[in-house]
């Protein structure tokens, strides 16, 4: 489990642990728990990873820096399972631990510096983490140990391990004027983020400032200057950690790696410069030739998931355009999101490469996924591994993507393939559903301009549009005809007054039910506003058609209205139009409709 499931940090580790997972006949899978396009695990914080995703697969967990709480591996522990974390000492929660020994790498990068007449030096970390407090412990032990007193003015915190933080150190070492000769870094990228800021600003290193990193990253050989560097093996960090799962120990175990300090020239020794030979030089352009194929890649993905609409996402159609092997994505049914508690059900939705036989459509709990067919097709001796990692954005969590790949180890943490997939296919869903959402409330506008709110009749508008196209028929076809109905309720504003505007909406809602029940498809069923409604009779099948709809009409307003649990009574008066040769203007047989209607009504008075 590690917060991103690649790179030259954590990629390195899993690579460690796979190579030895191969020799002892083991398999590994890697979780990311951060969410996929984080910009660093130092700025994202830790994880509210809960989930027991795979648990029923696994023999044990292996949890990287900053993966989860402790609380989680308790879980993990409770339902059986032996957990060992890698940099930080959790035997207090029952877990064996794999620990780089930061002191002595540090103490001795600190007494090389001082061999080289440096009194004045500094240290610079992000101090909120249990490894880097490890190394500045290191720091003072070794100034310490040759009489020299830690300057608590030569402390600088970074706020992350990356360039910026080293940035920030270089700023304020500028601002003081330069009060340190020398100055050990918490990581490499740190350091080099100090150098080049320096180096922009006019300060030469090492003959202004000697500077030291921690890590020994591949970028550290090739520099300029060359960095120096504490060197912790990754790999060996690794292995030990699986070790330490095979053993699956009583008792937990800390167990320490060494750290080796590797002088370059940052730190004033003159290295003669780069070893060049065949075998090196072929591997470099090796790598150099698949970073350039993981960049090509991502920009394949960011134009097929967010730029393209040919394919569907959720089919991972768009894997082909990546080195995996086989791929699974399950999201949570119907689309609700369970309490990050528990072991919730997902729903397989799409595969890529048949996903190892598995079915669209099949829920299983999150502890099995992913299908257990996937692993049978990560070829470990070639660098393969299944990934899982959360499909999820900072406004929808959809579930998870689980694939079968390459372990990539030299890229920066969170530049991997799996991030930016389960990124890229999280923005790419988010968009889908915003567009759906968009499309939706378009039509619910559309169709609020064109209703009436109450009965949802089409209004005045959507009436108009549909007698001028009972108009354009009349004209095309000879013979066409279409009749007009104007409806009054008669007694209506007695229901309003004896019992309230809202049993008069209900009373107008059902009398609405019951015309709709009358007519037919190609008839329409207007409201006008008030008690008045509007029926068009868009083909008279015969001659009178229109005065037997009438009829049927005022038949079934007839008929008492349950309103409330009150029996209700009212009638209806109609003016009918109706269109004749070389007559079908609209609004002329609306005008005679209407005057009808009101004859209609003071007949309905007199009696």
Same mark, same amino acid.
């Given at each position: 489990?590690?917060?991103?499931?690649?790179?030259?940090?954590?990629?390195?580790?899993?690579?460690?642990?796979?190579?030895?997972?191969?020799?002892?006949?083991?398999?590994?899978?890697?979780?990311?728990?951060?969410?996929?396009?984080?910009?660093?695990?130092?700025?994202?914080?830790?994880?509210?990873?809960?989930?027991?995703?795979?648990?029923?697969?696994?023999?044990?967990?292996?949890?990287?820096?900053?993966?989860?709480?402790?609380?989680?591996?308790?879980?993990?522990?409770?339902?059986?399972?032996?957990?060992?974390?890698?940099?930080?000492?959790?035997?207090?929660?029952?877990?064996?631990?794999?620990?780089?020994?930061?002191?002595?790498?540090?103490?001795?990068?600190?007494?090389?510096?001082?061999?080289?007449?440096?009194?004045?030096?500094?240290?610079?970390?992000?101090?909120?983490?249990?490894?880097?407090?490890?190394?500045?412990?290191?720091?003072?032990?070794?100034?310490?140990?040759?009489?020299?007193?830690?300057?608590?003015?030569?402390?600088?915190?970074?706020?992350?391990?990356?360039?910026?933080?080293?940035?920030?150190?270089?700023?304020?070492?500028?601002?003081?004027?330069?009060?340190?000769?020398?100055?050990?870094?918490?990581?490499?990228?740190?350091?080099?983020?100090?150098?080049?800021?320096?180096?922009?600003?006019?300060?030469?290193?090492?003959?202004?400032?000697?500077?030291?990193?921690?890590?020994?990253?591949?970028?550290?050989?090739?520099?300029?200057?060359?960095?120096?560097?504490?060197?912790?093996?990754?790999?060996?960090?690794?292995?030990?950690?699986?070790?330490?799962?095979?053993?699956?120990?009583?008792?937990?175990?800390?167990?320490?790696?060494?750290?080796?300090?590797?002088?370059?020239?940052?730190?004033?020794?003159?290295?003669?410069?780069?070893?060049?030979?065949?075998?090196?030089?072929?591997? &470099?352009? +090796?790598? *150099?030739?698949?970073? =350039?194929? /993981?960049?090509?890649?991502?920009? %394949? $993905?960011?134009?097929?998931?967010?730029?393209?609409?040919?394919?569907?996402?959720?089919?991972?159609?768009?894997?082909?355009?990546?080195?995996?092997?086989?791929?699974?994505?399950?999201?949570?049914?119907?689309?609700?999101?369970?309490?990050?508690?528990?072991?919730?059900?997902?729903?397989?939705?799409?595969?890529?490469?048949?996903?190892?036989?598995?079915?669209?459509?099949?829920?299983?709990?999150?502890?099995?996924?992913?299908?257990?067919?996937?692993?049978?097709?990560?070829?470990?001796?070639?660098?393969?591994?299944?990934?899982?990692?959360?499909?999820?954005?900072?406004?929808?969590?959809?579930? &998870?993507? +689980?694939? *079968?790949?390459?372990? =990539?180890? /030299?890229?920066?943490?969170?530049? %991997? $393939?799996?991030?930016?997939?389960?990124?890229?296919?999280?923005?790419?869903?988010?968009?889908?559903?915003?567009?759906?959402?968009?499309?939706?409330?378009?039509?619910?506008?559309?169709?609020?301009?064109?209703?009436?709110?109450?009965?949802?009749?089409?209004?005045?508008?959507?009436?108009?549009?549909?007698?001028?196209?009972?108009?354009?028929?009349?004209?095309?076809?000879?013979?066409?005809?279409?009749?007009?109905?104007?409806?009054?309720?008669?007694?209506?504003?007695?229901?309003?007054?004896?019992?309230?505007?809202?049993?008069?909406?209900?009373?107008?809602?059902?009398?609405?039910?019951?015309? &709709?029940?009358?007519?037919?498809?190609?008839?329409?069923?207007?409201?006008?506003?008030?008690? %008045?409604?509007?029926?068009?009779?868009?083909?008279?099948?015969?001659?009178?058609?229109?005065?037997?709809?009438?009829?049927?009409?005022?038949?079934?307003?007839?008929?008492?209205?349950?309103?409330?649990?009150?029996?209700?009574?009212?009638?209806?008066?109609?003016?009918?139009?109706?269109?004749?040769?070389?007559?079908?203007?609209?609004?002329?047989?609306?005008?005679?409709?209407?005057?009808?209607?009101?004859?209609?009504?003071?007949?309905?008075?007199?009696?």
């Amino acid at each position: 489990m590690s917060p991103f499931v690649g790179g030259d940090y954590y990629g390195a580790i899993i690579a460690g642990a796979n190579d030895a997972a191969v020799a002892g006949g083991d398999r590994i899978m890697a979780i990311q728990t951060l969410d996929p396009g984080a910009h660093s695990a130092d700025r994202a914080g830790l994880p509210d990873f809960r989930r027991p995703v795979s648990w029923r697969h696994l023999a044990g967990l292996i949890v990287l820096p900053g993966a989860v709480h402790t609380d989680y591996a308790r879980g993990a522990r409770a339902a059986g399972l032996p957990v060992v974390f890698v940099g930080h000492d959790a035997t207090d929660a029952g877990c064996s631990a794999v620990l780089a020994d930061n002191r002595s790498g540090v103490r001795e990068a600190v007494a090389h510096l001082i061999g080289h007449g440096h009194e004045w030096i500094g240290f610079g970390g992000h101090l909120a983490h249990f490894d880097l407090r490890e190394r500045h412990e290191g720091y003072r032990e070794g100034l310490l140990a040759h009489g020299i007193v830690p300057r608590p003015e030569l402390l600088f915190e970074t706020g992350d391990n990356h360039e910026s933080g080293g940035e920030a150190v270089a700023d304020a070492l500028i601002r003081g004027g330069m009060p340190a000769t020398a100055v050990v870094l918490g990581t490499d990228r740190n350091a080099i983020g100090l150098v080049q800021r320096l180096r922009a600003a006019g300060y030469a290193v090492p003959g202004e400032l000697a500077v030291v990193g921690f890590d020994d990253i591949a970028d550290a050989t090739f520099l300029r200057p060359s960095l120096s560097s504490v060197r912790q093996p990754l790999d060996r960090i690794g292995a030990t950690a699986y070790e330490l799962v095979r053993e699956s120990r009583a008792e937990p175990e800390a167990r320490h790696v060494p750290t080796i300090f590797l002088p370059r020239d940052s730190c004033g020794c003159a290295t003669g410069g780069l070893a060049v030979n065949d075998e090196q030089t072929r591997r &470099l352009f +090796a790598q *150099v030739q698949y970073l =350039q194929t /993981t960049l090509n890649t991502q920009h %394949e $993905l960011g134009i097929e998931l967010l730029g393209s609409r040919e394919h569907e996402p959720r089919t991972l159609a768009w894997l082909g355009d990546t080195p995996a092997v086989a791929g699974v994505l399950a999201m949570w049914p119907l689309g609700v999101v369970p309490e990050p508690a528990g072991d919730p059900r997902l729903e397989i939705v799409g595969t890529y490469q048949g996903g190892a036989a598995a079915e669209p459509g099949r829920e299983m709990p999150i502890s099995e996924f992913p299908p257990s067919g996937l692993f049978e097709l990560a070829d470990g001796a070639a660098g393969n591994a299944v990934f899982v990692v959360p499909v999820r954005s900072s406004t929808n969590d959809w579930g &998870l993507l +689980a694939a *079968v790949g390459r372990i =990539q180890a /030299t890229t920066p943490p969170g530049r %991997e $393939l799996m991030n930016q997939s389960g990124a890229l296919l999280a923005a790419a869903l988010d968009r889908q559903a915003m567009v759906a959402s968009l499309r939706d409330k378009e039509e619910s506008l559309r169709s609020a301009a064109l209703h009436d709110h109450l009965t949802g009749l089409p209004n005045r508008v959507l009436l108009e549009d549909r007698l001028d196209q009972a108009q354009l028929r009349a004209t095309r076809q000879p013979g066409h005809r279409f009749a007009i109905l104007l409806l009054d309720l008669d007694g209506f504003k007695a229901v309003n007054d004896s019992l309230g505007h809202a049993a008069g909406d209900q009373l107008l809602i059902e009398v609405a039910r019951r015309l &709709l029940g009358l007519l037919r498809k190609s008839d329409t069923v207007a409201r006008l506003g008030g008690d %008045e409604f509007v029926v068009l009779l868009d083909g008279i099948a015969s001659p009178g058609w229109q005065n037997i709809v009438c009829e049927a009409i005022t038949s079934s307003i007839a008929e008492p209205f349950e309103i409330d649990g009150r029996s209700v009574e009212v009638g209806v008066s109609i003016g009918v139009a109706v269109s004749a040769e070389g007559v079908s203007d609209p609004d002329h047989l609306l005008r005679e409709a209407d005057a009808a209607m009101y004859k209609a009504k003071e007949l309905t008075k007199r009696r």
